[in-house]
C-alpha cells in the first residue's frame, strides 16, 4: 500500500506541553502536506513540504521532513486546547496524480 | 465567503434508493475531488476532476458517477445505495495537483 502511516495513533498531553507527530510512507515523493481535521468539519491544509526541503515552519507549526528514511514529523509547541483535532499527512507521490492519507493521529489537548 | 460548499450536509436515506450530493467551490480552482471518510476516519479518494474532464477514478463502483457541468461544479450521484455507503463524503479543490487542497464541510450519508 501506498498510504502512509502516523504514530501515534492517538495522543493525550497538557496544554502548553509540545506535540509531535510522525508520518512514514513507502515510495518517493513530490511534497508531503499536512492537514487538520475538528471533530465533525472539513480537513484544513496546514503546511506543504516539498521533497527537496527539510524543514518549513508556520507559527507555532514545525514539520521536518527525511526522504532518507521516508518520514515525516509534525510538531505543536505550546499546544492549545483549540489544538484538539485529528492530524493527517497527505503524500503526493511520484508518478501519482492523488494525495495518499494516513490514518491520522487523534490529538487531545487537556486544560 | 464560504470556499468550498456541499449540499446537503445531513443524509438519511433507505437502501435502494438513489440520491445526489452537489459541491461548488468560488476559489478559481482548476481540480476537484470526491473523497470518502468511513467510520474509523481514513480519508481515500474516490474521483478527481480536471477542468471538467475526469483523471482519477479509483476503483468506485459504477452506481457512484461524478459530474462537473462546470469548473466550479462536481456533483456526485449514486444509485442503489447500499449500506456500505454509509460514511462523510467531502468534496475538494486545488489549484493543480501538485497542490494543497481545500476541503468542503462534509456530507454525512446514513443508509438505513
Known amino acids: 500500500s501506498q498510504q502512509g502511516e502516523e504514530d501515534p495513533q492517538a495522543l493525550s498531553i497538557q496544554e502548553g506541553e509540545n506535540a509531535t507527530m510522525n508520518c512514514s510512507y513507502k515510495t518517493s515523493i513530490n511534497n508531503l502536506q499536512w492537514y487538520r481535521q475538528n471533530s465533525g468539519r472539513g480537513l484544513v491544509h496546514l503546511i506543504l513540504i516539498r521533497s527537496n526541503e527539510r524543514e518549513k515552519h508556520s507559527g507555532r507549526l514545525r514539520v521536518t521532513l527525511d526522504t532518507s528514511k521516508k518520514s515525516s514529523s509534525l510538531l505543536i509547541t505550546a499546544s492549545r486546547a483549540a489544538d484538539t483535532a485529528s492530524y493527517f499527512c497527505?503524500?503526493?507521490?511520484?508518478?501519482?496524480?492523488?494525495?495518499?492519507f494516513g490514518q491520522g493521529t487523534r490529538l487531545t489537548i487537556n486544560p | 465567503d464560504t470556499a468550498v460548499s456541499q449540499t446537503p450536509k445531513y443524509l438519511v436515506t433507505q437502501m435502494g434508493n438513489d440520491k445526489s450530493i452537489k459541491c461548488e467551490q468560488n476559489l478559481g480552482h482548476d481540480t476537484m475531488y470526491w473523497y470518502k471518510q468511513d467510520s474509523k476516519k481514513f480519508l481515500k479518494i474516490m474521483f478527481s476532476y480536471n477542468n471538467k474532464e475526469l483523471i482519477i477514478n479509483e476503483t468506485v463502483p459504477n452506481r457512484f458517477s461524478p459530474k462537473s457541468p462546470d469548473k466550479a461544479h462536481l456533483n456526485l450521484h449514486i444509485n442503489s445505495l447500499e449500506l456500505g455507503d454509509s460514511a462523510v463524503y467531502f468534496c475538494?479543490?486545488?489549484?493543480?495537483?501538485?497542490?494543497?487542497?481545500?476541503f468542503g464541510p462534509g456530507t454525512r450519508l446514513t443508509v438505513t
Open positions: 475538494a479543490s486545488s489549484p493543480g495537483g501538485r497542490h494543497e487542497q481545500y
Open positions: 497527505a503524500t503526493d507521490f511520484q508518478g501519482a496524480q492523488k494525495l495518499v
